[in-house]
């Protein structure tokens, strides 16, 4: 039996991050990966392809609305497949940094196969190898959840693991759950010829967004798809040549006959096949591995990174945990998580950014705070792309410290990192007002909504009164 300073169980983002960084730190390290190419659910059926399916469907939709005012006329089917094919290309060229191969050359020992305890020390990999690990980090991420709705068992649903392996565009699509991964797949594929339908249980889409947000991209979504929220399906089967939908809306009854059905309500942790009772890891009633404010299971030794502790579902914050881990399981620093500077991005078409509270939420903890806000509309660079459709929002305590921010625009991922790092740094929300912004860019939407900071800084002050009696004096 091979001994390792630390076992990795799972290839993902998270797991990648701390096999690299405590080989890079002189520990032996062991990786147990299931598949032949490591990268995790972010490369194979997530973050990579969606976003190369996303951006297809972007250059398609505005192919057939903006160039009709120029004179062109637009002929033809767009190809799901050629998409497709971009998709694989991406994924392909990728997948090279996350190669076995490479972390093999690191001197890491990969191991493909499906890892499962045997011990709180041992681990039994699919092939018939045993593996010790001083310390074991368990990264394997998640797995789409299933609802038990009635017929289900019996269609041929597809989830975001088989949707990027469709050829053509389904005529007819009901997507069940209205949250990021729903709503961005259901645009993708509205762009490409389907005529979607998305069912969301919640009475809004996208609930953990700041309320004045979304509006702005739900207005944008229902007009190019149908959305039906405070909603549930409650019953599929097969027909000849089509899948009956039976969906409950508010008090009432819908019908709908669709060709596919993409499932998308949310995810679950893979913890199934671990055999977590063998070590005496501890997790929660959904799977979810328990951890502590250090990324520790029950058992000291034993650490979990990525969707299968159940913190935040996001790739970057796996990798945030990865390098967190590397310090706690390698160095024993005890360094505590902290999740207070995390964004996230729905790449939808407007997309929206989110870090920390929401208007709701900062009301609530702070009780005493400010909003600025800046509608797109009066940002130029937005007028002169023709792309107003978005606002942003910045939440601030009373001594000016950033808690929150929120956008909605075209990019507003993008330019909207700037508040990430000062809320990061400590940064009041005034110094951001203070950085010069090339002028036209689209980054002006953040120093002009910081800049209401200082309007109002001013006209709360003695000073415009001074000023006043001083002109007058003047005078």
């Not at 789409?144 to 975001?160: A, L, R, S, V, W």
């Not at 995390?342 to 900062?362: I, K, M, N, Q």
């Not at 400590?426 to 200082?454: C, E, F, M």
């Amino acid at each position: 039996m091979k001994k390792y300073d630390l076992v990795v169980i799972g290839g993902g983002a998270g797991g990648l991050t701390v096999a690299a960084g405590a080989s890079s730190l002189g520990a032996k390290v062991a990786l147990i990966e299931k598949e032949e190419q490591p990268g995790g659910d972010c490369l194979h059926y997530g973050c990579v392809p969606s976003k190369a399916l996303i951006e297809s469907a972007k250059i398609v939709h505005h192919a057939k609305t903006q160039t009709e005012q120029f004179g062109l006329q637009l002929q033809g089917k767009p190809s799901l497949d050629a998409a497709m094919t971009r998709v694989k290309l991406a994924i392909n060229t990728i997948a090279k940094h996350d190669d076995a191969d490479r972390f093999r050359s690191m001197g890491v020992d990969v191991y493909i196969g499906i890892g499962s305890f045997r011990s709180s020390h041992e681990i039994e990999i699919s092939t018939g190898e045993v593996v010790y690990g001083k310390r074991i980090v368990i990264s394997t991420g998640s797995r789409p959840f299933i609802p038990p709705i009635k017929g289900m068992n019996d269609i041929d649903y597809i989830t975001n693991e088989t949707i990027f392996s469709l050829k053509e565009a389904p005529g007819r699509l009901l997507v069940i759950g209205g949250g990021p991964i729903g709503l961005e797949l259901a645009q993708s594929l509205a762009r490409f010829g389907s005529e979607v339908t998305v069912v969301e249980r919640s009475e809004i889409l996208l609930s953990k967004e700041d309320e004045e947000i979304v509006p702005y991209v739900q207005k944008h979504l229902e007009d190019e798809m149908t959305i039906y929220t405070n909603a549930s399906v409650e019953e599929v089967s097969k027909q000849s040549g089509h899948i009956s939908v039976s969906i409950k809306k508010d008090d009432s009854q819908v019908q709908l006959q669709v060709d596919q059905i993409l499932i998308a309500s949310g995810r679950i942790p893979n913890t199934a096949k671990l055999n977590l009772s063998a070590a005496g890891v501890q997790v929660d009633q959904r799977g979810t591995v328990v951890v502590d404010d250090y990324l520790r299971t029950n058992i000291k030794h034993i650490f979990a990174v990525g969707d299968v502790n159940g913190r935040f579902p996001f790739t970057h914050v796996a990798g945030m945990e990865g390098k967190l881990i590397v310090q706690n399981a390698v160095l024993g620093i005890s360094k505590k998580v902290n999740y207070d500077n995390v964004p996230w991005v729905t790449y939808s078409d407007p997309e929206v950014f989110h870090l920390g509270l929401t208007e709701r939420e900062a009301k609530e903890t702070y009780g005493d705070i400010s909003v600025f806000s800046q509608p797109l509309a009066d940002v130029d660079r937005f007028v002169s792309d023709h792309n107003t459709n978005g606002m942003v929002k910045i939440i601030a305590n009373n001594k000016g410290k950033i808690i929150g921010a929120h956008a909605v625009g075209v990019g507003a991922g993008d330019w909207m990192q700037e508040i990430v790092y000062a809320k990061q740094y400590n940064q009041k929300i005034g110094s951001v007002s203070q950085v010069i912004h090339p002028y036209p860019n689209h980054a002006a939407a953040v120093q002009r909504t910081t800049d209401l900071y200082w309007r109002e800084k001013l006209f709360n002050s003695s000073l415009p009164k001074i000023t006043e009696k001083y002109i007058k004096w003047f005078r």
